[in-house]
């Protein structure tokens, strides 16, 4: 009897299929569809290799034509595990196929794209403007050459690593991800990406006020901003970044309205004599 020969994904595929998602993960994007065609990009490459029958390629494939979606960055962890999963299946394994693949996608995504816009949109990704912000000062161009660099070079490698690793992990790393660690590092991070925005909007957000109260001599008896940094110093700036946060994330507005808004506000402001062009920033 012939023994049947191992189906093993080569070094070559694997980086062709990271690299599809890395540079075509928003492939012909939509609302409908999202990341499915992106994800279909990078199983590609190991579709051909793993499968020589068409039949088989084309019943491979439609495995990722299902809705796909979550943190582009962190996700690239399920495109890994999923290229494990395959070479699995093609060589026969008898808990895995269509169905468990697709399982394990869908059961992904929302806690993946919890840790990931936690950790990398609200931690990672502040922490590196701060850095840029600080190094622009004075009209330097090091800050954006810095944040340019820096951030494509965390993306790669750190993607690249993910992949990999969980394509050695396949399904085991399901369990972390879902269970009661996954659940205790989403908490964490989250709280760490608000302390992280909190800093940044603290250090670089400045409100105030040039609203003055006059005597009939032409004195100022009351000066608003300086008795509202007696009392809270920096609240305008608070209750500005809190509304905000309050209108995109309870009311579910755009962060351009928002922008928009406040540039009414700021307007309107300046013409009442509320705010200084200067001091409102």
Same mark, same amino acid.
């Given at each position: ?5 191992? *189906?093993?994904l ?7 299929? @990271?690299h599809?998602w890395?540079y ?9 569809h999202?990341?499915t ?7 590609l490459p190991l579709?051909?290799?793993?499968y ?11 495995t990722y034509?299902?809705?796909?979606n979550?943190?582009p ?5 399920i ?10 299946r093609?060589?026969? +394994?008898?808990d895995?196929?269509?169905?468990t693949?697709?399982?394990?996608? +869908? =059961?992904?995504?929302g ?12 931690t990672?990704?502040?922490i590196?403007?701060g850095i840029?912000?600080g190094?622009s000062?004075?009209?330097?161009p090091l800050g954006?050459v @810095?944040y340019?660099?820096?951030w494509?070079?965390?993306a790669y490698?750190?993607?690249k690593?993910?992949?990999?690793k969980g394509? *050695? ?5 399901v369990?972390?991800?879902?269970? +009661?660690?996954?659940?205790?590092? *989403? ?10 925005? =909190?800093?940044?909007? +603290?250090t ?14 032409g004195e100022?008896?009351?000066?608003l901003?300086?008795?509202l940094d007696?009392?809270f110093?920096?609240?305008l700036?608070?209750?500005?970044i809190i509304?905000c ?14 922008m ?8 309107? =402001?300046?013409?009442?004599?509320f ?7």
């Amino acid at each position: 009897m012939e023994k049947k020969v191992e *189906r093993k994904l080569s070094k070559k595929a694997l980086l062709k299929s @990271f690299h599809n998602w890395y540079y075509g993960h928003l492939t012909c994007f939509s609302q409908e569809h999202m990341q499915t065609f992106g994800y279909l990009c990078a199983m590609l490459p190991l579709v051909e290799e793993l499968y020589k029958d068409e039949d088989e390629k084309a019943k491979a494939v439609n495995t990722y034509t299902a809705f796909f979606n979550t943190e582009p960055q962190l996700g690239t962890v399920i495109v890994g595990m999923t290229a494990g999963l395959e070479e699995a299946r093609a060589n026969g +394994a008898d808990d895995v196929d269509e169905e468990t693949i697709n399982s394990l996608r +869908a =059961g992904l995504m929302g806690p993946v794209a919890g840790i990931g816009d936690s950790l990398i949109v609200g931690t990672v990704i502040p922490i590196l403007l701060g850095i840029a912000m600080g190094m622009s000062t004075g009209g330097s161009p090091l800050g954006a050459v @810095f944040y340019i660099l820096v951030w494509n070079l965390f993306a790669y490698f750190g993607m690249k690593f993910l992949y990999f690793k969980g394509y *050695r992990l396949g399904g085991k790393a399901v369990d972390f991800l879902i269970g +009661a660690q996954g659940e205790a590092l *989403r908490d964490a991070v989250s709280t760490l990406g608000g302390i992280v925005i =909190g800093a940044v909007a +603290a250090t670089w957000v400045s409100v105030k006020t040039s609203l003055q109260l006059f005597n009939e001599s032409g004195e100022a008896y009351l000066v608003l901003q300086n008795k509202l940094d007696e009392v809270f110093p920096g609240l305008l700036t608070a209750a500005f970044i809190i509304v905000c946060w309050f209108l995109m994330a309870k009311k579910k507005m755009s962060p351009i309205k928002v922008m928009l808004l406040l540039v009414v506000v700021a307007f309107i =402001g300046v013409l009442v004599g509320f705010f200084n062009p200067g001091l409102a920033y």
